[in-house]
């Protein structure tokens, strides 16, 4: 768990803005509601998968 | 210094949240839950020493650990839920944040009724 876990999730986020402005300019409002789903399906599993890791260090350190 | 770290990731997190707010405030609201992890994470780690240090010296004074296993587990558990519940008020719902906080609470009364009962035991020996 290092800093570039926030740098990795708000990158996620500024490039699927971004194709979500290119895709919606071109005329594929489909295609970018679809890619912003994706995008946030990907980021939802990196924060599930980092939250799993923070219960079980809570669990270590307060022996719970 | 530990709080350098913290400090910097902190900001850069916030700025961060207020770039994504104006187009994606799921991603806005995602990138904050990724950074009070990551600082959660900062905090454990800087926790464990002192805590194992506190053990050690109650240990030494031949204090009984079953209070301080307790307070230990008391600790983490209103850690963990004031995070969530200050998450969840990051996300605009105050009430799940009220019912996390609630959980939190009869989490600890469960977690200290043993030593209720010792208490209890221990001042009746006294009356006796």
């Given at each position: ?25 071109s ?6 509601m ?5 995008g ?25 | ?14 700025v ?8 994606r ?9 990724a ?18 240090e506190?053990?050690e010296?109650?240990?030494d ?68």
């Open positions: 768990m290092d800093v570039d876990f926030i740098f990795r999730v708000a990158a996620i986020g500024i490039i699927v803005t971004v194709l979500h402005q290119l895709l919606v300019r005329g594929r409002e489909e295609q970018a679809l890619t912003t789903l994706a946030l399906v990907v980021v939802l599993l990196m924060i599930i998968e980092q939250i799993g890791n923070l219960f079980a260090t809570v669990k270590s350190v307060f022996g719970l | 210094m530990a709080l350098l770290p913290v400090v910097g990731a902190a900001l850069v997190a916030s961060l949240v207020l770039l994504l707010r104006a187009h405030p799921e991603y806005a609201l995602l990138t904050a839950a950074a009070g992890l990551f600082l959660f994470f900062r905090l454990l780690d800087d926790l464990l020493a002192p805590l194992l506190l053990r010296m109650l240990c004074a031949g204090v009984e650990l079953s209070c301080f296993t307790v307070a230990c587990k008391a600790l983490g558990v209103c850690y963990l839920a004031q995070f969530v519940a200050d998450l969840c008020r990051d996300f605009g719902q105050t009430s799940l944040a009220g019912r996390v906080e609630l959980a939190g609470k009869c989490a600890v009364l469960a977690l200290s009724l043993p030593l209720l009962r010792q208490l209890l035991e221990l001042s009746i020996s006294f009356l006796r």
